[in-house]
């Protein structure tokens, strides 16, 4: 079945910065993405959602990039500031599941 | 207003007693989903439900039992609760599957 491997585990950019997270997945009938934010104590809060037919959405600071021929996802946070500081998921579904795949997961820390 | 909510937000169980988990959603939502996240992982799906009344098995259903009496509620119960079922539980929902899942507070729940 469909796997999610997301990279890094832990990143740590300094405040200003980019952060880069990636996820890769093996299903390549996958139709539907997403990146979800969970600060500390809390619940998952959905940052964006991309649908297959898109390679290049942004948001508010947020670059979301599908790469379909290498079955990539990537999020991009430009000028990080200390509200970034969270733990970062994507998930994917479509293809052969109907329900959400998740990454693992990167601890993104803003140092000052 | 919070759309998935939780209850308890906090539990502390002997183990080997019964403990339930509640969650009620307002966004007319058709699946609803329990997970655990473990600390520092991701999210793991226990099981989940489409339809009121029925419910489906998730990855790790083993020692957990679900209940869907309506379409806005959906319990986790733990008929014997043991040690390693210490986690935080989130509860989700949406509208179809493999579409944006709408996440709750969260529950931490403590087995002694």
């Known amino acids: 079945g469909e796997q999610v491997e997301q990279r890094p585990p832990h990143l740590s950019v300094r405040e200003g910065d980019s952060a880069f997270i990636i996820c890769t997945y093996t299903?390549?009938?996958?139709?539907?993405f997403y990146w979800y934010k969970q600060e500390p104590g809390a619940g998952l809060q959905l940052l964006m959602s991309?649908?297959?037919n898109v390679d290049r959405k942004e948001e508010q600071g947020l670059t979301v990039l599908l790469n379909k021929k290498d079955k990539r996802l990537s999020l991009n946070l430009t000028a990080a500031h200390p509200g970034d500081s969270a733990v970062y998921f994507c998930a994917v579904s479509g293809g052969s599941n109907y329900q959400l795949i998740w990454g693992s997961g990167t601890k993104l820390i803003i140092k000052p | 207003e919070a759309a998935v909510t939780q209850s308890p937000r906090s539990k502390v169980a002997v183990t080997g007693g019964k403990v339930t988990l509640s969650c009620h959603q307002t966004?007319?939502?058709?699946?609803m989903y329990w997970y655990r996240q473990d600390t520092g992982h991701g999210l793991r799906l226990i099981h989940y439900?489409?339809?009121?009344?029925?419910?489906e098995k998730g990855d790790i259903p083993d020692g957990y039992k679900a209940s869907r009496p309506s379409q806005e509620n959906f319990s986790l119960i733990l008929e014997l609760a043991s040690l390693s079922q210490t986690a935080v539980y989130f509860c989700a929902s949406s509208g179809l599957g493999g579409q944006e899942q709408y996440f709750g507070p969260g529950t931490r729940l403590t087995v002694l």
């Open positions: 991309v649908f297959s």
């Open positions: 439900s489409y339809v009121a009344d029925s419910t």
């Open positions: 966004n007319n939502h058709d699946y």
């Open positions: 299903d390549s009938a996958t139709a539907y």
